[in-house]
């Protein structure tokens, strides 16, 4: 029995708004995500990877609406990818936030000018930020923070159903999400930060008492000293609030998408 075209069409855009729609808000997670985003991951896997996301996801998400090629389906395509991007962006704001955090404690320890390549973004970043930077994936894929990110991709499609925009307080909080990376740096490096900043003042106050004395000789191996032994002491405390950072990433993106 022959099926008629215009049903054999309804039934080939139905299967693809349901393979289709999913595809590109997931591909945006992949683009800018941690882990999955990262420059060394060839564009190839990423993009194998979110054709595997969305193989595994697309069954167990809602009806969606079928895929037409129209005007209008370039808006949404672009909505879908926005959404994603939006999502991975929030995430990697934590990485950022190391980063960030790792440059502080770098200029204060005098290790500014050490410099090497971040394999997430691609750029050159002090020493002690790639340090935090590997660090901060060990504990996040300990953490399971790749599989709490595709939970919250999977999520997203019941909470913010395709053809669905982000909502005006939904922008607004995104918009101010960036606060956040200074507030999650400060957190990081002001332990380090401090006590380097009260060595430089000691030392500061030896050279005024002691001209003759050579503080570049002095004082830099000792800040040196010092920077590491802190850094040590504070891994801990690092582990724990990046647990904290990407708890409140991931209750954050849950309001933004049901805001």
């Keep these: 029995m022959l099926i008629p075209l215009d049903m054999l069409e309804a039934i080939l855009t139905r299967e693809l708004g349901l393979t289709v729609w999913p595809f590109f808000r997931i591909a945006g997670v992949m683009m800018l995500a941690p882990i999955f985003g990262a420059r060394l991951v060839p564009k190839r896997v990423r993009l194998a990877l979110a054709v595997a996301t969305t193989v595994v ?3 167990m998400l809602p009806p969606t609406q079928p895929f037409e ?3 209008a389906t370039g808006l949404v395509v672009a909505q879908e990818i926005l959404i994603g991007a939006a999502i991975g962006f929030c995430l990697q704001m934590i990485f950022d936030a190391l980063i960030v955090a ?3 404690i770098a200029m204060s320890m005098g290790l500014g000018m050490a410099t090497m390549v971040d394999p997430q973004r691609g750029v050159t970043v002090p020493v002690i930020s790639q340090f935090f930077v590997i660090l901060g994936t060990l504990i996040f894929l300990s953490l399971g923070g790749h599989l709490a990110t595709l939970r919250l991709l999977s999520d997203s499609f019941s909470a913010l159903p395709v053809g669905h925009s982000l909502s005006r307080n939904g922008l607004f909080m995104l918009s101010t999400w960036g606060g ?3 507030a999650g740096a400060l957190r990081i490096a002001l332990p380090a930060a401090t006590a380097l900043l009260i060595a430089n003042i ?3 106050i030896m050279s005024r008492a002691a001209p003759s004395l050579n503080l570049f000789a ?3 191996p000792a800040g040196l000293l010092i920077g590491f032994l802190l850094l040590l002491l504070n891994i ?3 582990s724990a609030l990046l647990a ?3 708890s409140t990433t991931l209750m954050f993106l849950t309001q933004v998408l049901g805001a």
Excluded: D, K, N
């Design 57 to 59: 996801v697309s069954p």
């Design 69 to 71: 090629l129209t005007l």
């Design 102 to 104: 790792g440059q502080t």
């Design 180 to 182: 956040q990376l200074f």
């Design 202 to 204: 000691a030392f500061g």
């Design 218 to 220: 002095v004082g830099l």
């Design 236 to 238: 801990g405390h690092l």
């Design 244 to 246: 904290e950072f990407l």
